[in-house]
């Protein structure tokens, strides 16, 4: 059905020599060699640096280099402490943070409590997670050089699953002249205390980004686990190289021209398999939601008659087929919180998971005033993981009625053109897709794009007081039955509103060379500290 998907000889030819000259240029650097250097090939291309201005993956990889957190998450879901320990009233309304000893940012000068305090507010300003534990904050200052004070108005459960989570957005610290850039604007520079240095001089978005390790990070004595323990840096320098398509990337780490690569082609997995140098293993063992986000600013989604029209069209097996195309690496699941979970339920899900909807959808798109308005959807080429997923739903719609105008673009484009609330005539855009760990949609308040905040909210800026209503109810019950039944009551009103359409979860295995060793799984992959590397 999706034969239009395979690319033609000279797409193909065209990407494999921009790859080519991508890595020969990272080749070429005069210090690519210096000391032990692992060499990647990422999900994306990084270009937006700022892992608070988005929720893009690569950019919290990015941010898990430079940046470390007050708190962590181990693989055990305990929140551990990371930059800082803590302590909780009898009461449970203060909250107080204590910076360990020895943490420096990367231009020397030593992390201070004030810091902390600018770059909680700014991460909260923006995230789900965190704009709900403001709610419950009555303040939060320094009261001394190492010491942050959070209190309460009320008891509120989730202050240290919030500060800890692992995955995007994520409360990263940084100095507070960087911290007090509005969240909606990039910050100037990359100063962390993390375990790596942001190499700005080698810097090229489309080319490659470059890391070395931090002489002066001071790691926990703790083992490594998921994004907490000791963050021991066993490499000088870490290359991610773009390479935008598969096969050039896949032949380039049969050759151990690059050290690892994190998203393995699924076509490709037997020939990998069968390399004995290559260890294949799927690092986030909880997988991913892939997901379809509309705008509810413009038409024609600010109609709910034709967001639900839209929903009918688009089922889950076309998509997932299409995206992977392996039953081992694939579920269908119209569960918003992640299936096999507390959470779980089908609510709402029938025709997606059924795939029973078309003939619906043409009567519901009749009936809804749909006037012919195109919809506009970026459609990213570079990313395996979003290739299939607006091109499947693109014809869908188009059989459901409606039109469609499919724009080609990349990942990193999407990325910053999603942000705008601008008229898909001037630059803006009616649909996009995604994908969430499953860390990052397992619950109401940690799934970001559950929200009904309006333009406070995620992308798309969708607006439901109801939703909001629920959220609240959600975390002010510690009842497993309770939030259970206020979880499916979220669904069915996210359903009914098209909040977003899940499309379904898959697994995506990685790869690396078996001269590496120590690669870390977790919700928040890949991760380079605690890897070494045999010459």
Not at 131 to 138: G, I, P, V
Not at 285 to 312: E, I, Y
Not at 488 to 510: N, W
Request: glycine share 6%; net charge neutral; aromatic share 10%.
């Amino acid at each position: 059905m999706f034969n239009f998907l395979r690319r033609g000889p000279r797409a193909f030819a065209s990407k494999l020599a921009l790859s080519v000259v991508a890595l020969s240029t990272a080749m070429a650097s005069p210090v690519f060699a210096a000391g032990k250097t692992i060499t990647a090939v990422l999900h994306s291309d990084l270009r937006i640096i700022d892992p608070i201005f988005t929720t893009a993956y690569i950019t919290r990889d990015h941010g898990y280099m430079v940046y470390d957190t007050l708190v962590a998450t181990d693989s055990n879901f305990k929140v551990q402490p990371q930059m800082a320990d803590w302590k909780i009233s009898d009461d449970k309304l203060t909250y107080t943070f204590t910076l360990r000893d020895g943490l420096k940012w990367h231009d020397g000068a030593p992390v201070t409590a004030e810091d902390c305090v600018a770059s909680l507010k700014r991460w909260a300003a923006v995230d789900g997670m965190g704009q709900k534990l403001m709610d419950f904050t009555a303040s939060i200052e320094a009261t001394d050089a190492k010491t942050i004070t959070l209190k309460l108005k009320e008891p509120y459960g989730l202050v240290l699953d919030s500060i800890g989570k692992p995955s995007s957005r994520v409360a990263f610290m940084m100095p507070k002249r960087l911290a007090e850039t509005p969240a909606d604007k990039q910050i100037p520079e990359q100063i962390g205390s993390g375990p790596f240095k942001f190499v700005a001089s080698e810097f090229q978005p489309g080319v490659k980004a470059v890391y070395v390790k931090n002489t002066d990070y001071v790691p926990r004595k703790e083992p490594a686990s998921w994004t907490s323990g000791g963050k021991v840096v066993k490499v000088d320098r870490v290359e991610w190289i773009t390479m935008p398509d598969s096969q050039t990337a896949v032949n380039a780490l049969q050759s151990g021209d690059i050290d690892f690569m994190e998203n393995l082609p699924f076509d490709m997995l037997p020939v990998l398999e069968a390399n004995k140098e290559l260890k294949i293993e799927t690092l986030n063992k909880f997988g991913f939601q892939t997901l379809g986000r509309m705008n509810f600013l413009h038409p024609p989604f600010d109609n709910v008659k034709v967001r639900r029209a839209a929903l009918l069209a688009i089922n889950q097996k076309d998509v997932l087929d299409a995206l992977v195309g392996n039953a081992k690496y694939q579920k269908i699941c119209g569960a918003f919180f992640v299936c096999d979970t507390p959470l779980a339920t089908d609510v709402g899900s029938e025709t997606l998971v059924k795939g029973n909807g078309m003939a619906e959808a043409k009567k519901a798109l009749a009936e809804s005033g749909y006037d012919g308005t195109p919809i506009v959807i970026m459609a990213p080429g570079d990313v395996t993981t979003l290739k299939a997923q607006p091109i499947v739903a693109a014809q869908l719609l188009r059989e459901a009625g409606f039109k469609v105008d499919l724009q080609a673009t990349d990942w990193q484009t999407v990325v910053s053109r999603r942000a705008s609330q601008k008229p898909p005539k001037e630059g803006g855009w009616n649909m996009f897709f995604t994908n969430w760990v499953a860390a990052d949609v397992s619950n109401p308040i940690a799934n970001l794009s559950i929200g009904g905040q309006g333009k406070k909210g995620w992308f798309g800026w969708a607006e439901d007081a109801k939703i909001e209503q629920l959220k609240d109810a959600f975390v002010r019950t510690s009842s497993l039955d309770e939030q259970k039944k206020i979880a499916a009551d979220i669904q069915k009103q996210a359903y009914e509103q098209v909040i977003y359409i899940p499309l379904g979860q898959y697994l995506l295995p990685s790869g690396w060379r078996k001269s590496l060793t120590g690669v870390l799984d977790g919700p928040a992959t890949p991760v380079f500290w605690n890897i070494d590397k045999t010459e």
